[in-house]
C-alpha cells in the first residue's frame, strides 16, 4: 500500500496527494514522502527499478534481519532504522527501511510505527516542519524514533523501583519480573547500539545529503539515542542490584527462620529432659508421692522456658530490630539538602601578564 505527501515548488505545506501524481512532483521540483507498507517483491523491484535505487539497497529491503546500518550509492542514501513497537504484549522492534535522495523521502515497513505515523500527521499540521526537505524530514523521524525509546526506559525505570520494594520483602514474582525487564532491555540494547552509531556517522553529512539545519537535527536524534543508550546501562545495574537485594532479603527469611526454630529447639530442650525425667517408671522422685508435685514440676518448667526465653532476646536472636535513636531504622540523604549551607570563601588568583 502506497501513500504519498507532496508538495510542490511553489507550495509550503505537505499535502496528501495520488501516488500517481508521484512524477508530476519529481518533474516540477517538488518534494516528496512516499510511505510504503508492506514488503512485496514484485511491487518493491518495480519501485526501486522506476525511482533508480539500487538493487543491492532492495534486497537489504525484503531480508527482515537487518540491524541498524546506512548505504551511500551516490544519488540516494539508504538508511535501515529500528522502532519499538508491541508484539503479544512483549516488547519488539521493527525495521524501518529509509531511502533518502534530493528531492524525496521514503519509508518501508511491514506495520503501523507510532512514531512514524505522529509524524505524518505533524508535517501536515505545522508547517515548518518540512522546510529543510528531505533530509530534514529523516533527521526528525530518527528523533522521533529514538524518543520512543526514552519513553520505555521511563517506564521500565519506574517498575524497577516497585521492584525494589518488592525485593525487600523476599516476594517471589520479582525473579520473574527481573527476567522479564532483562529480556526486554536485551532486545532494546541489540538495535540501539548500531542505532546510535548510525545517526552519528550521519551527522558527518555522508555523501552530502545534510545540509546545515539537518545536520542540528541529525544532532538532536543523535543525543536522544546516546541517552537512551546510557541509561539502559545504568538500568541493567538496577535489574542486578534489585536481583541480589531479592537474594539478600530470601536468605535473612531463611536465616531468620532457621534462627527461631533453633532457639524454640532450645527451650524445649531441657522441658523435654525434665518430663522424660519424671517420666521414669521408677519410684522416690522428688515430690512424684505429693499432691502438689505436678506443681512444682510446672512451674520448674515455666521457669526454665521463661528464662531461656529472655536470655534469647537478650541476645538479639528473638525479636523486632531495636529502633536507633529517633525511632528510624534507616535515613536517606533528605536532611543534606534541608541542611543550612556552610560559609565558603571563593579563592581568586589575579592573572599577570
Known amino acids: 500500500m502506497y501513500r504519498m505527501l507532496a508538495r510542490g515548488a511553489e507550495d509550503r505545506a505537505l499535502r496528501p496527494k495520488d501516488f500517481d501524481q508521484l512524477d508530476r512532483y ?4 517538488g518534494f516528496v ?5 508492506g514488503r512485496d517483491p514484485v511491487e518493491l523491484d518495480a519501485l526501486g527499478e522506476r525511482l533508480g535505487f539500487d538493487p543491492a539497497a532492495i534486497e537489504d529491503v525484503l ?30 522492534t521493527h525495521e524501518v527501511d529509509c531511502f533518502v535522495t534530493r528531492r524525496m523521502l521514503v519509508t518501508v515497513r511491514s506495520s503501523p510505527i507510532a512514531g512514524l505515523e505522529w509524524l505524518w500527521r505533524a508535517v501536515q499540521a505545522y508547517p515548518h516542519m518540512a522546510e529543510q526537505g528531505p533530509d530534514g524530514l529523516f533527521a526528525q523521524l530518527a528523533e522521533v524514533i529514538g524518543r520512543r525509546y526514552i519513553e520505555v526506559i521511563n517506564a521500565v525505570e519506574a517498575r524497577i523501583d516497585a521492584l525494589a520494594d518488592d525485593a525487600l520483602d523476599a516476594d517471589p514474582n520479582v525473579l520473574a519480573e527481573v527476567q522479564v525487564l532483562r529480556r526486554e ?14 545517526v552519528g556517522a550521519l551527522r558527518s553529512n555522508t555523501g552530502g545529503f545534510f545540509t546545515g539545519e539537518s545536520i542540528k537535527l541529525l544532532t538532536d536524534a543523535y543525543d536522544v539515542h546516546h541517552l537512551v543508550v546510557e541509561s539502559l546501562e545504568s538500568t541493567r545495574g538496577l535489574l ?36 522424660g525425667w519424671y517420666g521414669m517408671n521408677v519410684n522416690n522422685l522428688p515430690g512424684s508421692d505429693k499432691p502438689w ?18 536470655v534469647f532476646i537478650r541476645a538479639g536472636l528473638l525479636g523486632r530490630p531495636r529502633l536507633k535513636t529517633g525511632g528510624r531504622l534507616v535515613s536517606g540523604l533528605a536532611d543534606v539538602a534541608r541542611a543550612p549551607v556552610k560559609p565558603f570563601t571563593m579563592l581568586r588568583q589575579s592573572r599577570r601578564r
Not at 33 to 37: G, I, Q
Open 33 to 37: 514522502w512516499l510511505d510504503v507498507t
Open 26 to 29: 519529481l518533474a516540477d521540483g
Open 63 to 92: 531480508d527482515v534481519e537487518q540491524l541498524p546500518k546506512f548505504d551511500n550509492y551516490g544519488d540516494h542514501l539508504f538508511v535501515v532504522l529500528h522502532a519499538l513497537i508491541s508484539a503479544e504484549d512483549r516488547l519488539d
Open 293 to 310: 508435685g505436678w506443681v512444682l514440676v510446672t512451674a520448674t518448667m515455666a521457669a526454665f522456658a521463661g528464662g531461656s526465653w529472655l
Open 185 to 198: 532491555e536485551a532486545t532494546v540494547r541489540r538495535v540501539l547500539r548500531p542505532q546510535r552509531l548510525v
Open 240 to 275: 542486578t542490584d534489585a536481583l541480589d537485594t531479592y537474594r539478600g532479603a530470601s536468605a535473612e527469611r531463611q536465616a531468620r527462620a532457621a534462627t527461631v526454630l533453633t532457639v524454640y529447639a532450645a527451650i524445649l530442650l531441657p522441658l523435654s529432659l525434665i518430663t
